[in-house]
């Protein structure tokens, strides 16, 4: 499979590089800096140079032709604004999702947030971002030419990954190392059976491969 990653320099992309690469598939990962190249290139991963925040569709859609699936894993990170909220983390995903329907890519699945919502109240910035994530979620949602599947992490942490999670339309809050979101995304992409779900996912007892497929069956 060709797999191209939408914020490709990020934590949860970089080790998601690395397990597709080891398994055999062409991986691209989409970087706003040239200097993200090298680390991208050990990880096993094509670094592909574009701007979400200022690309167009015509141009993102050049980078996705030909790929089997897509991954939204691109966010304006904790020490951003509101601003970046609006362009990165809902524009940017919009944008790729246009763009991945002008290339004819079907798959396609996102890193969202846990507690996304366009309804969400506050405005602190943290609660722009969960607004900003929900919105582009329901984006997603909407488009019936793609395969979506939308995972919702619980708070991240940088401990070793178990392989053992809880994968759920709804879980309840809880901590689950980047390894496993990385690992989980890995196993979704190559599962369409799961196209139209939204899960949440943190540690728990089942591993990866089990609980991708229990929810795929369902």
């Avoid at 490709?8 to 200097?35: K, N, P, S, T």
């Avoid at 050990?42 to 859609?61: K, R, T």
């Avoid at 050049?62 to 991954?71: E, N």
């Avoid at 919105?135 to 979506?148: G, T």
Wanted: aromatic content about 2%; glycine content about 12%.
């Amino acid at each position: 499979m060709r797999i191209v990653i939408a914020g490709g320099h990020g934590q949860i992309a970089l080790r998601l590089e690395r397990l597709l690469a080891a398994r055999g598939d062409e991986v691209a990962g989409i970087i706003r800096r040239a200097e993200q190249g090298d680390d991208l290139r050990a990880a096993g991963a094509e670094p592909v140079l574009c701007d979400l925040e200022s690309a167009s569709v015509e141009e993102v859609a050049a980078h996705l032709q030909g790929a089997d699936a897509a991954v939204f894993a691109a966010g304006a990170g904790p020490g951003s604004g509101v601003t970046r909220k609006e362009t990165v983390d809902k524009g940017a995903a919009i944008l790729f999702a246009d763009a991945a329907e002008r290339a004819g890519v079907r798959r396609h699945v996102v890193v969202s947030s846990m507690g996304a919502d366009p309804a969400h109240p506050g405005d602190e910035v943290f609660d722009v971002y969960l607004r900003a994530k929900g919105e582009a979620d329901e984006y997603v949602r909407s488009r019936p030419s793609l395969d979506w599947t939308i995972l919702r992490p619980g708070m991240l942490t940088n401990d070793a990954g178990t392989g053992l999670v809880r994968l759920e339309a709804h879980t309840g809050r809880g901590p689950i190392p980047r390894d496993d979101v990385a690992a989980t995304l890995a196993e979704l992409v190559d599962t369409p059976a799961t196209a139209g779900l939204t899960l949440e996912v943190i540690s728990g007892s089942t591993p990866i491969t089990v609980a991708v497929k229990a929810v795929a069956g369902n």
